[in-house]
């Protein structure tokens, strides 16, 4: 059976409980080098590229990533994003699943985040702010909410009336004008924009402040990242240096030269083979790629949430028993 998940489906399935368990397992295999990831590769064509991203982890399963990007999308009234996770048994080769990528990309990159936020802002955090309104930084609001006891929410957007709206969705949150007032005093600061330029000033971050950058360009300022000079920068995989985009991250390439104790896994923290926050006043930063582990994962929870709950549609797909080459 070929399972298909829309977008609707793909949301209602998927329970924070389970994903971030199956996340967790994820950035382990990665760091412990139980996963098997090739870097993603790209094809760019006039307005847009198409991406892939297979991988296996053990436990979890084994699928691909077919996506594309189309940033003018956005004046076309289409998303930027589009494309599938495609999933498949990982003893026979069978395709078991075809899932929305849009809704697992955007889920598995604020869960993902939000483990960040978990072991590595203070405990005592209470103030976070979330820069950029699109379907990131809501989905970010939705998964920090159990990280912290916050008391005050900051959204801050360029287009106001849709910092607006995320922030309806939940009832500390608030509007500010600009990213500025968002970032000063914050404990918490998650930049979830397309920003090819820095939307945050290293001047606006607070001691002990965690700094979470999830955008594919160039949101973060090098200062930002100069922090990792006495601290490292943590990661979902070091290729995020050392690979060019679209594998890589733009604002991490000027440390692919540098010692390892300048990038640190998140699936080392939660191995306990590295470190991660050791100091109250300590500024960690944590930039995302993104990873083929993090669509398994979602993936996997989300196939096997839908077959239980009955959600999806199944797809006349043949699966052949036999085939000779004649």
Not at 72 to 81: D, E, K
Not at 164 to 186: I, K, M, N, Y
Not at 274 to 285: K, L, S, W, Y
Request: hydrophobic share 45%; glycine share 8%.
């Amino acid at each position: 059976m070929t399972l298909y998940l829309d977008e609707r489906d793909v949301r209602a399935v998927l329970s924070t409980a389970d994903l971030d368990s199956a996340l967790r397992t994820g950035l382990r295999a990665v760091s412990s080098g139980d996963a098997v990831a090739p870097p993603r590769v790209s094809a760019v064509g006039p307005r847009g590229l198409v991406g892939a991203m297979p991988g296996y982890v053990p436990g979890l399963g084994m699928a691909a990533k077919l996506v594309t990007v189309f940033p003018g999308n956005h004046a076309l009234g289409l998303a930027s994003h589009q494309g599938v996770v495609v999933t498949f048994d990982p003893e026979t080769g069978v395709m078991t699943g075809l899932l929305d990528a849009a809704a697992i990309t955007t889920i598995r990159t604020a869960h993902t985040a939000a483990i960040a936020v978990d072991v590595l802002a203070r405990e005592d955090a209470t103030i976070l702010a979330i820069l950029g309104a699109g379907a990131l930084g809501a989905e970010h609001l939705s998964a920090l909410s159990r990280t912290r006891a916050w008391t005050d929410i900051r959204i801050a957007s360029r287009t106001l009336s849709k910092a607006e709206v995320v922030a309806l969705g939940d009832p500390r949150a608030r509007v500010t004008t600009t990213f500025e007032d968002a970032v000063r005093g914050a404990d918490v600061i998650c930049c979830c924009t397309d920003a090819a330029e820095p939307v945050i000033d290293a001047a606006w971050v607070s001691a002990g402040a965690h700094v979470s950058s999830v955008g594919r360009r160039h949101e973060l300022p090098l200062d930002v990242l100069r922090f990792a000079a006495q601290q490292p920068v943590f990661v979902e995989w070091r290729g995020a240096a050392t690979f060019p985009p679209p594998a890589g991250a733009e604002e991490l390439q000027h440390l692919a030269n540098t010692a390892d104790r300048d990038l640190v896994e998140l699936g080392e923290v939660l191995l306990g083979r590295r470190a991660g926050r050791i100091a109250p006043e300590q500024v960690t930063v944590y930039k995302s790629t993104g990873h083929a582990v993090e669509d398994i994962a979602a993936a996997s929870v989300a196939l096997e949430t839908a077959v239980a709950k009955g959600r999806g549609y199944r797809l006349p797909i043949a699966h052949p028993t036999d085939y000779t080459k004649e």
